[in-house]
């Protein structure tokens, strides 16, 4: 069974630093590239990062470029956003998602979905 589960959101303040984590089980995650996404109420679901199966490649959203970093470790099965300087408007439901091709950004290319997990930036 195909499983994606993230970790690691929660409350921090502006300017703070967590690191979301997502764990795979049930296929071959090196086979795969994986994508953060988000979605804040109100908003439609935004592309935050991603990276290829091979790790060769990594797209990161203007808003989140040069403060979010995204990895991967395909021994542990593990994919990792670490989010620093973090902003307000960072806050949203953060999910994982698996794509089957070599490269993908947009969600209609990933194929499974975490069920997310909440990260609040306030003071």
């Known amino acids: 069974q195909v499983q994606l589960v993230e970790s690691g959101g929660g409350l921090v303040q502006p300017g703070g630093s967590l690191r979301l984590s997502c764990a795979a089980s049930?296929?071959?995650?090196?086979?795969?590239?994986i994508g953060w996404f988000r979605q804040a109420p109100g908003k439609e679901r935004e592309g935050v990062s991603c990276i290829s199966s091979d790790d060769d490649a990594t797209y990161y959203s203007d808003s989140v470029k040069g403060r979010f970093t995204i990895s991967r470790d395909d021994v542990k099965n593990m994919v990792y956003l670490q989010m620093n300087n973090l902003k307000s408007d960072d806050s949203a439901i953060y999910y994982c998602?698996?794509?089957?091709?070599?490269?993908?950004?947009?969600?209609?290319?990933?194929?499974?979905w975490g069920q997310g997990t909440q990260v609040t930036v306030s003071s």
């Open positions: 049930g296929f071959i995650l090196d086979y795969h590239a």
């Open positions: 998602a698996a794509s089957k091709e070599h490269f993908a950004t947009t969600a209609r290319e990933f194929n499974f």
